[in-house]
């Protein structure tokens, strides 16, 4: 779990799936760094180039000279790349965006980046200069010089300010590093180990934080008789909070018109958005034309032959900004349509079962999603964009709720949470799915025996897929599905722009015996009972900050309207009578103002964003983590994306005593 008071530390590629060049050795890449730091006669770049200094270089610049020829571009404006052993790096001024620029690339997936034009600094420095190693992890150099960039584990990289550099100094703080205007000249800070910041505090207002929350937001009543049963959902509320710049996170929600049962489902992108995109709009589609019977898949195929009106098979919930793709809808109908035909040609007769239809439906899409990248399309728009779809990839979460029935079918590592309420009104929180990650010994099992023994400590390595890709389970990522020589192809004969990217191009190491990933889901049944109020379907943002069984209880609570309190702790600490009693008027304000929201998903996002030590919300923490740039968000959180389904207690119970 990630505390908003520190930053979220992304794993070494994580972001947009883009890769950047060494950065160029010449005295013009020097960077903040460089300009603080070489004060020697002799130019920078005779120790960048190779070329023999007017005298002898001091160990200082030797340092930076290291440091310059293995630093890299994290620019917004250009690809970025992985951070070699967590160490410091130093910015190339590539960047037209004058701004800090933070760069954290790929989330799922860390990229292998070219090899520096020199060795690494610490087993290539001079025994002098070895010394200062640990100054360098430890956030030393910066007491000695002045304006740098600390890289330990992180993706941080600066661009030269806009005004002059003698006037800045460094800063470092736990939560950002600093840059401040010294009163006196900048020489009599760069060797004193005391100094001091002036930080600058702003926080939106109430009504900024609920505009930025509330943004998403979308709620839904189910009618308690649809004309063919009673509905076991009373409603559902979801949302989204982006910390990507596009969001990478997708939702959908429909209720099936030709069966029973409603779908609702988040889907987590990586790599891009554009794979969560395409399966939020068609997976759906390809459950319900899973679940039809025979005669009504004949009906619809006669219909689309003789041009007649076809029955509707979803009747959507989405919000505005909820997106279609208008220009690839009839490419998807198409293969939607070769799907039924072949269900028509293998009709058995039986009656379909659930489970089965959602496990075919998933590996359906996705072998589609493989196939029109394949083939290819003579619309170059729709071509680099299927194209897009395959490299990129998606987790999927999907719950299908048919009167008592709960089926869940989950692919990757966002997750299913049950609330119950106990008789004695506590709740405790029930999982209906499992990760598909390194965290899951059965998953790192299935693995390997599907592999060579000789792979065995390839195929999952550093808690990755090959090394690289987090979930073990997704749509998507033909780089992990298709041979070599079919990547080659295929990426030879399309758009110039697939070309020219770099992920594309690049072959995961110890690439033997693909395929590699599987988008089957794990499907997990569930009977309902009139105590299972309420069904969380979240993307992994939100279970990175928040324990389950806390958002089974923030969740209960918001909606029975009923806050249990437990005890005030003060930590051992001697408090007076007045501060008890202000903790205690704090407390009753906060329980006056707790349900504000009118959206269970809303409530929940501002608890999983804004949550102290307490387990309260600090408008103030609040503030300050939706006021961070994009550059920044992405380093303290993921994308959080939600639907809350709410049961009804009474016509389940119905159905109980209808079968007993």
């Given at each position: ?8 530390i992304?794993r ?6 883009r890769?950047c ?13 460089g ?10 770049s005779?120790s960048?180039?190779g ?20 630093g ?7 690809p970025?790349?992985?951070?070699p ?6 910015s ?6 004058r ?5 954290p ?16 600094y ?6 002098p ?12 150099l ?14 941080l ?8 550099l003698s006037?800045l100094r ?8 600093t ?26 207002t109430?009504p900024q ?17 649809d004309?063919?049963?009673l509905?076991?959902?009373l ?19 429909a209720?099936c ?16 958005c554009?794979?969560?995109q395409?399966?939020?709009e ?7 034309v ?8 004949l009906?619809?195929e006669n219909a689309?032959e003789?041009?007649r009106?076809l029955l ?7 919000h505005?900004?909820?997106?279609f793709?208008?220009e ?7 293969s939607?349509?070769?799907y ?10 039986e ?9 075919n ?17 003579p ?25 008592v ?11 299913a ?11 405790s ?11 899951n010994e059965?998953?790192?099992?299935r ?7 000789s ?11 090959l090394g690289l ?21 295929v990426i030879?004969?399309g ?16 690439y033997?015996?693909?395929?590699y990933l ?16 309420f069904?969380?379907l979240?993307?992994d943002g939100?279970w ?6 806390d ?8 909606l ?6 437990s ?16 903790l205690?008027?704090?407390?009753r ?6 349900f504000e929201?009118q ?6 996002i501002?608890?999983?964003?804004g949550?102290n030590?307490?387990g ?13 740039p ?12 939600i639907i ?11 159905y ?5």
């Amino acid at each position: 779990m990630i505390s908003p008071l520190y930053p979220r530390i992304p794993r070494c590629g994580e972001g947009p799936a883009r890769l950047c060049p060494p950065a160029p050795s010449s005295a013009r890449g020097v960077g903040w760094l460089g300009s603080f730091l070489v004060s020697s006669p002799a130019p920078l770049s005779h120790s960048l180039t190779g070329d023999p200094p007017a005298s002898p270089p001091p160990p200082l610049t030797l340092l930076i000279s290291a440091l310059l020829s293995m630093g890299r571009c994290c620019c917004r404006c250009r690809p970025c790349c992985c951070c070699p052993r967590g160490v410091w790096m130093v910015s190339a001024p590539c960047c037209d965006d004058r701004r800090m620029c933070v760069c954290p690339g790929p989330r799922r997936i860390g990229i292998p980046v070219r090899s520096s034009s020199l060795p690494l600094y610490s087993d290539a420095m001079p025994a002098p200069t070895q010394l200062l190693f640990p100054l360098i992890r430890n956030c030393e150099l910066s007491r000695i010089c002045g304006t740098a960039c600390y890289c330990h584990h992180t993706h941080l990289c600066c661009s030269p300010p806009p005004f002059p550099l003698s006037r800045l100094r460094y800063a470092p703080q736990k939560a950002f590093a600093t840059v401040c205007r010294p009163k006196d000249p900048f020489w009599q800070y760069s060797h004193t180990r005391r100094y001091a910041t002036t930080p600058q505090r702003f926080y939106l207002t109430p009504p900024q934080v609920n505009s930025i929350l509330k943004a998403n937001e979308y709620s839904f009543k189910v009618p308690e008789f649809d004309g063919k049963n009673l509905s076991s959902v009373l409603g559902f509320d979801s949302n989204q909070l982006p910390a990507n710049a596009p969001i990478e996170d997708r939702r959908s929600a429909a209720t099936c018109l030709q069966t029973r049962g409603m779908l609702l489902g988040v889907f987590d992108g990586h790599a891009g958005c554009a794979c969560s995109q395409a399966v939020s709009e068609r997976l759906f589609y390809y459950i319900a034309v899973s679940l039809l019977p025979h005669e009504t898949l004949l009906e619809i195929e006669n219909a689309v032959e003789s041009g007649r009106a076809l029955l509707p098979i979803l009747q959507w919930h989405k919000h505005p900004n909820d997106y279609f793709s208008r220009e690839a809808s009839k490419l998807y109908f198409n293969s939607l349509r070769t799907y039924w035909q072949e269900l028509i040609d293998l009709n058995t007769g039986e009656t379909t079962d659930v489970k089965e239809a959602l496990i075919n439906a998933f590996k359906r899409l996705d072998n589609d999603i493989s196939l029109e990248a394949q083939v290819g399309d003579p619309n170059s728009f729709l071509n680099y964009l299927v194209l897009r779809v395959a490299f990129s990839g998606a987790t999927a979460c999907v719950a299908h709720v048919d009167g008592v029935d709960l089926h869940v079918a989950n692919t990757g590592d966002s997750r299913a949470m049950l609330g119950v309420q106990e008789e004695d009104g506590s709740w405790s929180a029930i999982t209906l799915s499992n990760d598909h990650n390194a965290q899951n010994e059965s998953e790192v099992e299935r693995l390997k025996l599907e592999h060579p023994k000789s792979e065995a400590k390839s195929v999952v390595k550093q808690d990755r897929l090959l090394g690289l890709l987090m979930p073990f389970r997704a749509f998507g990522d033909v780089k992990f599905k298709w041979s070599i020589e079919l990547q080659k192809r295929v990426i030879e004969s399309g758009p110039d722009q697939l070309n020219d990217n770099e992920y594309t191009k690049f072959i995961p190491p110890n690439y033997y015996t693909p395929p590699y990933l599987t988008a089957e889901p794990e499907v997990i049944y569930h009977r309902l009972r009139p105590q299972d109020k309420f069904l969380v379907l979240a993307t992994d943002g939100l279970w990175e900050t928040m324990h389950r069984q806390d958002v089974v209880k923030i969740v209960g609570e918001y909606l029975t309207g009923v806050h249990q309190q437990s005890p005030i702790s003060v930590g051992g600490y001697k408090v007076t009578l007045g501060q008890m009693h202000g903790l205690l008027a704090e407390r009753r304000a906060k329980i006056s103002s707790a349900f504000e929201d009118q959206n269970a998903a809303t409530h929940l996002i501002r608890h999983a964003v804004g949550n102290n030590e307490f387990g309260a919300v600090d408008h103030e923490r609040l503030s300050k983590m939706l006021s961070l740039p994009e550059e920044l968000a992405r380093m303290y959180r993921d994308d959080i994306t939600i639907i809350v389904v709410q049961f009804n207690s009474h016509v389940v119970g119905a159905y109980q005593n209808q079968e007993q």
